[in-house]
């Protein structure tokens, strides 16, 4: 089956996650692999990015998060950290028309200051570009951790309290949520792992409670457009009970 077949039985089924995370693991393995440098399997995984970015919008997934730069990965060699600084700012100048071109906006998540001058000055200078943009929403995580996002948003929550705007009563998962770096954004329905590796890497903890995880053995420079299809089949395939029985969901078993 190719890749307009697929694309074709998914529209058909309807079921269509509205956002999607990938944690892109697996570059690194894939360059040593092949007696490459790390930095050429970040290098591939461009193409990967660009790929999925396009079958997100041909079927219509409303919000894309990818898990870019975590703030663990700042402590990799200085060597790698610098390359991969470079590659984000020669990459969203290279793709920067593309996006535009198709309707994307672009968004961060994350301490997007901790980055270099010349990298954060790219992506805010795209950001701005991209801003009135209304088709799919891509959302970097850059310099991201979710449990200090989660702090932080606990930090605001506790400044409000002081200063009267709101009281301990008030507050509740809805309002915790609109003060993390995804507000406005609805949770992810499905995460996409590759690698094969069965964690979640400090990504999304909140946001990710009730998210279907699908994993693959593939690494991110070789997942590609069919790849990423059977992740949405097999999300189809998934019944979302969210606490629930099946027969509270189709009302007809229980008759």
């Not at 703030?71 to 060597?79: G, L, V, Y």
């Not at 610098?82 to 984000?88: I, N």
């Not at 995580?141 to 009267?164: C, F, M, N, P």
């Amino acid at each position: 089956m190719d890749e307009i077949q697929i694309k074709n039985r998914i529209l058909t089924c309807g079921n269509i996650p509205e956002h999607v995370a990938v944690i892109m693991d697996g570059n690194g393995r894939w360059a040593c692999e092949r007696g490459l440098a790390r930095v050429d399997g970040h290098k591939e995984g461009i193409n990967s990015v660009r790929e999925i970015v396009r079958a997100c919008g041909e079927i219509d997934v409303k919000y894309l998060t990818l898990y870019t730069f975590s703030t663990e990965n700042w402590n990799r060699p200085a060597s790698e950290v610098s390359a991969l600084m470079r590659l984000l700012l020669q990459t969203i100048r290279a793709e920067i028309n593309e996006l535009q071109k198709n309707n994307v906006r672009l968004n961060v998540i994350g301490n997007l200051h901790d980055l270099p001058l010349p990298a954060r000055k790219g992506m805010e200078g795209a950001m701005r570009l991209l801003r009135n943009n209304t088709g799919l929403t891509l959302n970097l995580a850059l310099s991201y951790s979710s449990r200090k996002e989660i702090t932080h948003s606990v930090k605001r929550l506790l400044r409000k309290v002081q200063a009267g705007e709101i009281a301990i009563e008030d507050i509740d998962e809805d309002i915790l949520s609109q003060h993390l770096f995804t507000a406005n954004i609805p949770d992810p329905d499905l995460l996409i792992r590759t690698s094969g590796e069965f964690r979640i890497s400090n990504f999304l903890l909140w946001q990710l409670a009730y998210t279907e995880i699908y994993v693959t053995n593939a690494y991110w420079p070789d997942f590609r457009e069919m790849e990423f299809f059977k992740a949405i089949e097999g999300y189809q395939q998934r019944e979302r009970r969210f606490g629930k029985v099946s027969a509270q969901l189709k009302p007809e078993l229980q008759q």
